[in-house]
Nanobody, 124 residues
Framework: QVQLVESGGGLVQSGGSLRLSCAASGRTFSSRTMGWFRQAPGKERGFVAS?????????YYADSVKGRFTISRDNAKNTVYLQMNSLKPEDTAVYYC????????????????WGQGTQVTVSS
């Protein structure tokens, strides 16, 4: 089993930045593909970014966040990060960390483990 706990959310003005963290425990973190998803009120959970398991792993981003968000991981700390810059009101959502044992995917139901989420609110 893998347990994931997100942190770092909060209220920020449009154009500001936040860094989300996801601390993992349980089975080996370094062997997992990690992803970030978000869900806004009234909308389905959607893909934000993912990073493959190996050191210096490839990263993948939704078009809506490309160039603004950066996903990274520190396997020694069992932590994955999402640096969010140039935030927009439409980025407002609950952000979830997720893990899977296979290849990167944008499909939420292909991820095996999920955190409880952290709220990000971007004011205009």
């Amino acid at each position: 089993q893998v347990q994931l706990v997100e942190s770092g959310g909060g209220l920020v003005q449009s154009g500001g930045s936040l860094r989300l963290s996801c601390a993992a425990s349980g089975r080996t973190f370094s062997s997992r593909t990690m992803g970030w998803f978000r869900q806004a009120p009234g909308k389905e959970r959607g893909f934000v970014a993912s990073i493959i398991s190996w050191s210096g792993g490839n990263t993948y981003y939704a078009d809506s966040v490309k160039g603004r968000f950066t996903i990274s991981r520190d396997n020694a700390k069992n932590t994955v990060y999402l640096q969010m810059n140039s935030l927009k009101p439409e980025d407002t959502a609950v952000y979830y960390c997720a893990a899977r044992s296979g290849s990167p995917t944008v499909t939420p139901n292909m991820y095996d483990y999920w955190g409880q989420g952290t709220q990000v609110t971007v004011s205009s």
